[in-house]
């Protein structure tokens, strides 16, 4: 518990000393104030949003959105990455055109999904679904097919069915990678959701930015992007949570600190 406090202390060092310089640059006039306005000014906007009840509209549509579509990429990446990965004929059949597809622009997307499926939900769900799909995927991919050989040859020897070899072997060699993987999904799931709000949505925190700009409001601006990083932050220090735990079995240098 001392440990983790004290890394927790060790990383609010940079960010606090940052935050200081940012509110002295301000208030000493360094920083022109339409431009960078004081962390104060900042914090004094988030309160005033969390009073009037319109901050936790904008936060909520926008968890709801980030969640929504990792549930469904994740599970899409899921599904797919272990065929690709267990079967060779899914690899030779799927994998060109789904790495084709990866190499294209997220924006991309934007026009063919707003056509389809109009400006609602379902179009931005689906963006952020296409954002998270590809890293859990080729994470997944690379897990099962970075597996020991020679493991899986220990579990034929033990006369190991296919369910066995992939519930007793495989899964766990390959949890790392996928877990890894899932992370970097939610990542881009966050970067994904401001592409998503940017265009075409009336609330979330990417709504707040195109607000602040069309008001000529940095200090809703920063407001926004504060949120956005510390939403982010929260739900990695999550996956990363589960990820330790799940991976205590490891000897590893993590798990050795």
Do not use: C
């Not at 200081?20 to 000493?28: N, Q």
């Not at 997220?106 to 499926?117: H, I, N």
């Not at 952020?128 to 080729?138: H, K, Q, T």
């Amino acid at each position: 518990m001392k440990n983790k406090l004290n890394l927790i202390g060790l990383g609010l060092i940079l960010p606090v000393v940052l935050i200081a310089v940012w509110e002295a640059a301000a208030r000493l006039g360094w920083i022109e104030s339409y431009l960078l306005p004081a962390p104060t000014v900042v914090v004094t906007s988030i309160i005033e949003m969390a009073q009037e009840g319109t901050l936790w509209s904008h936060v909520s549509i926008t968890l709801y959105r980030v969640g929504a579509g990792f549930l469904i990429g994740t599970a899409a990446a899921l599904i797919v990455g272990a065929a690709v990965g267990y079967f060779k004929q899914a690899e030779r059949l799927l994998d060109p055109i789904l790495q084709a597809f990866r190499s294209i622009p997220s924006l991309a997307w934007v026009p063919l999904f707003l056509l389809w499926m109009g400006i609602g939900e379902p179009s931005k769900v689906t963006l952020i679904a296409v954002g998270v799909f590809f890293p859990v995927y080729l994470n997944i991919v690379s897990g099962i097919q970075g597996v020991d050989r020679k493991l899986i040859e220990v579990g034929k020897v033990y006369r190991f069915s296919s369910l066995q070899l992939v519930r007793r072997i495989i899964l766990p060699a390959s949890l790392p990678s996928f877990l890894v993987g899932i992370r970097s999904g939610l990542g881009l799931g966050w970067m994904f959701v401001v592409a998503a709000e940017l265009l075409g949505a009336s609330e979330g925190l990417g709504y707040l930015l195109v607000l602040g700009q069309n008001t000529s409001s940095p200090e809703l601006i920063i407001a926004s992007i504060i949120l956005f990083a510390a939403l982010g932050k929260g739900t990695d220090a999550l996956l990363k949570g589960i990820e330790a735990k799940s991976l205590k079995w490891q000897d590893n240098l993590q798990n050795a600190q």
